[in-house]
């Protein structure tokens, strides 16, 4: 149970952050130097918003330094992170799945992407060293 409700509050504090940032990118970064430069400026700042989250995370609710509690407290973020990218942004832009896709741009996306792989792993590597024999 408590690796549900770390995965829910790590999603939750990530996309939070996210939400507030992702206007101010879209409003006043785009116009100024392109979606390119401001989703590749971007990045840095949500990698660090998630080691502070998966951080606090991990000590507010005691996880243990166990592989598949930590591991499993990324992947359940990442399924909540995509459902709601894939849900929400895409109701919101009026966007199918595939126009989605199609409209990423192909170094800032595979960023994006791979930002989205690394948030799942980094509770893995906060705090105290997870033992992989508990699993």
């Known amino acids: 149970m408590r690796t549900l409700k770390a995965g829910a509050l790590y999603f ?8 507030l940032i992702g206007p101010v990118r ?4 785009v116009p100024r130097v392109g979606v390119r430069s401001a989703e590749l400026m971007e990045a840095p700042i949500m990698l660090v918003v998630s080691l502070y989250a998966a951080h606090w995370t991990i000590r507010w609710l005691t996880m243990p330094a166990i592989l598949s509690s930590r591991l499993g407290m990324g992947i359940l973020a990442l399924a ?5 990218e894939f ?5 919101l832009r009026g966007m199918s799945l595939k126009q989605y896709l199609a409209t990423r741009d192909p ?4 960023v994006y992407y791979l930002v989205l792989g690394m948030f799942a792993v980094i509770p893995v590597f906060v705090g ?3 033992e ?3 699993v």
């Open 26 to 29: 879209i409003l006043w970064l």
């Open 107 to 110: 170094v800032s996306g595979t």
């Open 87 to 91: 849900s929400l942004v895409l109701w």
């Open 128 to 130: 105290a060293k997870p």
């Open 80 to 84: 909540l992170m995509l459902m709601a």
């Open 12 to 19: 939750a504090m990530v996309f939070g952050v996210g939400c």
């Open 132 to 134: 992989s024999r508990k």
